[in-house]
Each structure stands twice: as structure tokens, then as C-alpha cells.
């Protein structure tokens, strides 16, 4: 629990072991009928399975904790146990609960003592490079609690009034200044302490984990994404992710 005066976490030292976790436990009813999205092939292999090892590429990262369907467990053991995987890394596989923030703190639970730097990241976003996975932990290394990836908007955003009715047209309201604004991806990286207390009182709906962090009155800081972090919601994402896959297949031997 924390307490009204909202210290600041000391900086992390560079030493710090790092695990992640994955919350895997939505359907992803976006994508349409079927497997729920994280198992949804990409190049023939599930997508967990991709961002599973876009974590473990990196080399900081030596636990992975993925957060299968509350009664998916198994499945999901069985599937990453299908597949290679780095032998360096160690893998753990935990029911989840009802909601991402349930999930993300059932993986949190699970964490054994001795991991310092915690990235919690979006089983739909397969493709994000060991880059920007490793820019993340060294701003978390450099003593941030919170660290995002994140882009500029290419396109102007408009703030708007909800219609009351889906398809209507909605009044614009503002339009905010783009300059100041940024696309978020994942892995969004934390101090565990940080992270922990923020699951442990932050109340109410939340789209992020860093956004938690922000209400204990601590400071997130953003460092580049990149445009291969995409997330994969819609069918076309999946055309695109398929595309990107392919492009690195032949270029790197990926």
C-alpha cells in the first residue's frame, strides 16, 4: 500500500534481473469467430509464441510469464512447449482472471523474489524488435519506474462529443495539439515495486498499466517506438503482420 507522501523509487541498479509477463487471456473478438486472438496463427506459428520470443530476444530477459485463459492453462503450456524457445530463459504459465488488469497481477503474484524490472506486454503486439524491447529496461535501468514506447500521430486527432446512438455523427470538440501526443505500444517496463504498489491501489477502469503508475503521482517516461510494434485487433492488422513477417523472413532469415 503507499502512503500520501508518493516518495520517488530509487534508481534501479544496472544489475537488475528482468521478467516479463503476458497477459494472453482475451479472445479478441475484433478478429472474428474463432481461436481467441493470441493463439491466431502469424506465419504459421500462434502469435503468443511470436511475442513470447520478441521478449526473450532480448537478452536482459530471463523469466517470461505468460498469462494463459483462466482454463487455458495447459493449453498454453503445451503450445509454448511445441515450440523453441531460448534455452537461457526460464517460462511460466498462470491461469488468468476476468479482466487484463486481473491478469497482469495474477502474473505479477507469481514472480518469484529476485527480479528487480518487470515488462508487462501485449501478446497482440508479436512483432515488436529487441531494440525496442532493450531501450525500455535501460530506461527502467537509468531509474525510471515507468517506461513506454511510444510514436508520434501521423494523423490530426480530433476530440469529440459520443453520439448517443453508434454511426451518428459526433460533434468535434477540440482538437488537441498533435505535437504533444504520442501513440503508446508495449512492453511498457516498471520498477516491480512500482508496478506492484500501483495494482495494489489503483481502483477503476485503466487502458494501460503505465496510466496506474500515473496515479500514484509518479512520472512515466515515453522512449521511441517503433512501427513493426503494432497491435494486431482487426483482419487487416493480420494481412499487415503477415506482410511485415514475410519481409523479415527473407531479408534477415528470420
Not at 24 to 32: C, D, E, I, M, Y
Not at 37 to 53: E, N
Not at 198 to 214: K, L, N, Q, R, S
Amino acid at each position: 500500500m503507499s502512503d500520501d507522501s508518493r516518495p520517488s523509487p530509487p534508481a534501479t541498479p544496472a544489475a537488475a534481473r528482468t521478467a516479463a509477463v503476458i497477459p494472453a487471456a482475451g479472445r479478441g473478438v475484433r478478429l472474428g469467430p474463432g481461436a481467441p486472438k493470441a493463439l491466431r496463427a502469424l506465419g504459421g506459428t500462434p502469435m503468443l509464441i511470436h511475442a513470447v520470443r520478441a521478449m526473450a530476444a532480448s537478452r536482459a530477459v530471463s523469466l517470461v510469464v505468460v498469462v494463459a485463459p483462466p482454463d487455458g492453462a495447459a493449453e498454453v503450456k503445451s503450445l509454448l512447449d511445441a515450440h523453441a524457445l531460448p534455452e537461457r530463459t526460464d517460462f511460466l504459465v498462470v491461469p488468468g482472471g476476468q479482466t487484463r488488469q486481473e491478469s497482469v497481477k495474477l502474473g505479477l503474484d507469481a514472480l518469484p523474489p529476485g527480479y528487480d524490472i518487470v515488462l508487462v506486454h501485449d501478446a497482440a503486439r508479436p512483432l515488436v524488435p529487441v531494440d525496442t524491447v532493450d531501450a525500455v529496461i535501460e530506461a527502467v535501468r537509468e531509474g525510471a519506474p515507468a517506461v513506454v514506447p511510444a510514436l508520434p500521430l501521423a494523423d490530426t486527432v480530433k476530440q469529440v462529443e459520443p453520439a448517443a446512438t453508434p454511426g451518428e455523427p459526433e460533434p468535434v470538440v477540440a482538437t488537441p495539439e498533435r505535437a504533444l501526443l504520442r501513440a503508446v505500444q508495449t512492453p511498457q517496463g516498471f520498477d516491480r515495486a512500482t508496478l506492484v504498489r500501483a495494482h495494489e491501489t489503483v481502483t477503476g477502469e485503466v487502458t494501460d498499466d503505465a496510466g496506474m503508475v500515473e496515479q500514484l503521482g509518479l512520472t512515466v517516461v515515453a522512449v521511441p517506438g517503433h512501427e513493426e510494434a503494432f497491435k494486431v485487433t482487426r483482419p487487416l492488422d493480420l494481412v499487415l503482420a503477415e506482410a511485415v513477417l514475410a519481409r523479415r523472413r527473407l531479408n534477415d532469415g528470420f
